[in-house]
């Protein structure tokens, strides 16, 4: 089987700090949750397996334009969710424990998590994992789960957030995921 995706970017990746976590006052770069705007990128995303062709949605999210491929969670990857499609399939994975990452375009400690959360869901198959981009249009669900730092990562057990790891820690947030799935 073979995944080609092709990505195309009209403007290059915002610079960020190096650092563990993105707080607004702290770095003062979380446009998305205090109101600026974040530079305007246009994505593309093409989806192909073997010789069958995968369609894929393009959203448009404030000035920048991601994909979704619709209210659906799958088990061994990391699903995109937005405010929309974050309660559903939350409420569809039933008695499953879900991994939410709240992240930013710009911040650089979510750029080093990214690839790590998705060796995490390739491993742990009895998770959902999902990632929530903290851009204007999401800002309601961000400020409904309490969002404060960029990244942060919300464990959900029936529909409820019952634990939270902030910051680049994978080693933090696999106990806690653990934790949450033994329990």
Not at 32 to 56: D, F, H, N, P, Y
Not at 93 to 113: F, N, S
Not at 130 to 152: F, R, Y
Request: proline share 5%; with cysteine; aromatic share 4%.
């Amino acid at each position: 089987m073979a995944l080609r995706l092709s990505i195309s970017s009209s403007h290059g990746p915002a610079s960020s700090p190096a650092i563990s976590t993105c707080r607004p006052a702290a770095c003062g770069r979380f446009p998305a949750l205090i109101g600026g705007s974040a530079a305007s990128q246009k994505r593309s995303l093409t989806v192909m397996t073997g010789s069958e062709m995968r369609g894929v949605t393009a959203v448009r999210s404030s000035s920048l334009e991601t994909t979704s491929v619709g209210a659906e969670a799958v088990t061994g990857q990391v699903t995109e969710v937005n405010k929309d499609t974050f309660w559903p399939i939350v409420k569809a994975a039933g008695d499953k424990v879900v991994v939410l990452d709240m992240y930013t375009q710009w911040c650089g400690p979510c750029k080093v998590m990214a690839p790590k959360f998705q060796e995490m869901s390739e491993k742990n198959l009895d998770v959902v994992f999902l990632k929530l981009d903290c851009n204007q249009d999401n800002k309601p669900l961000a400020k409904e789960l309490g969002i404060k730092v960029v990244p942060t990562f919300k464990i959900l057990k029936d529909g409820k957030v019952v634990k939270e790891v902030t910051g680049a820690k994978i080693d933090e947030l696999a106990h806690a995921i653990e934790t949450v799935k033994s329990s």
